[in-house]
């Protein structure tokens, strides 16, 4: 079975330049996940859905930070415009309800110069 | 103060040792707790669930001592692969459900 997949695995962007990142959680997985882990700590949860709903997104920048969740499957993170404190790594999670074991994927690495 | 506090390590111990870790959390509504193993440069993995009466997976013990709100792992004969940085991991719950919120985690190396 295919975890979850995140792409890209690298991003190099100049400040105040906008950039993506995609998540497709393992399938089935009604719960998805963003977290943002900084070097030396634990990850920070950034927003969950609900199949397409975001149920809590209180801790989502929201001034630049934007997700969506469009069909309740893959989901998409944005940036824009990008600061150098934004460098770090960006993972996706998923799982089957919100009381399932949460399922990480590999991450995006995101160094902002 | 930090919702979960974590040692960071780190700890170097030689093959075949016992090594424990602490994590304490200031939240007495936490629900749920977990230990979650993370390789370097890797995604975080579920090592364990950790529960009221305590649980063991063959080389892990993992301890919940509600009234003093800490949680221990335990880890014995340790392996060269055991190398990693664990992370303490707890979910409140009611409107929070499902959230994990996480320690900084404590870096394990084995030398052998």
Known sequence: EAGVVQ???????EKKQPVAFWCNPISGHNTLYWYLQNLGQGPELLIRYENEEAVDDSQLPKDRFSAERLKGVDSTLKIQPAELGDSAVYLCA???????????????RLLVL | RKEVEQDPGPFNVPEGATVAFNCTYSNSASQSFFWYRQDCRKEPKLLMSVYSSGNE???FTAQLNRASQYISLLIR????SDSATYLCVLSVGGTSYGKLTFGQGTILTVHP
């Open chain 1, 7 to 13: 792409s890209p695995r690298y991003k190099i962007i």
């Open chain 1, 94 to 108: 998923s799982s089957l309800d919100p009381n399932g074991s949460q399922y990480f994927g590999p991450g995006t």
């Open chain 2, 57 to 59: 997976d063959g080389r």
């Open chain 2, 77 to 80: 004969d340790s392996k060269l």
